[in-house]
Nanobody
């Protein structure tokens, strides 16, 4: 059973930085995609970024390009979301989502649109609050 554990959220002032972590365990297939998503009160869950283990392409939502960056530590099965120059509109619960496949292209496809419906397993979420 796939498990994801997020950490690193908190309260920060506008312009500040946070780094979120997503540790994944229990996956069994060769290829996977890990996405970062966020959900603000009263809004739908939206994609922030996504990375696969089969290519070097990292996808970012337009709203975070140039401010957020994803890195991964394959040895620790952990993906990080470095968030810089945070804005009040970044306030949300942040989740990591996971999907795996025997086919690399499938995970790349699921990653491309950062669509939460393309992801199967989810972490519990971590709150990020940016004060103005």
């Amino acid at each position: 059973q796939v498990q994801l554990v997020e950490s690193g959220g908190g309260l920060v002032q506008t312009g500040g930085s946070l780094r979120l972590s997503c540790e994944v365990s229990g996956f069994t297939l060769d290829y996977h995609a890990i996405g970062w998503f966020r959900q603000a009160p009263g809004r739908e869950r939206e994609g922030v970024s996504c990375v696969t283990n089969s290519d070097d392409n990292i996808v970012y939502a337009d709203s975070v390009k140039g401010r957020f960056a994803v890195t991964r530590d394959s040895a620790k099965n952990t993906v990080y979301l470095q968030m810089n120059n945070l804005k009040p509109e970044d306030t949300a619960i942040y989740y990591c989502g996971f999907v795996m496949s025997r086919i690399a292209a499938e995970t790349q496809y699921r990653c491309r649109g950062i669509n939460p419906t393309h992801f199967i397993s989810w972490g519990q979420g971590t709150q990020v609050t940016v004060s103005s």
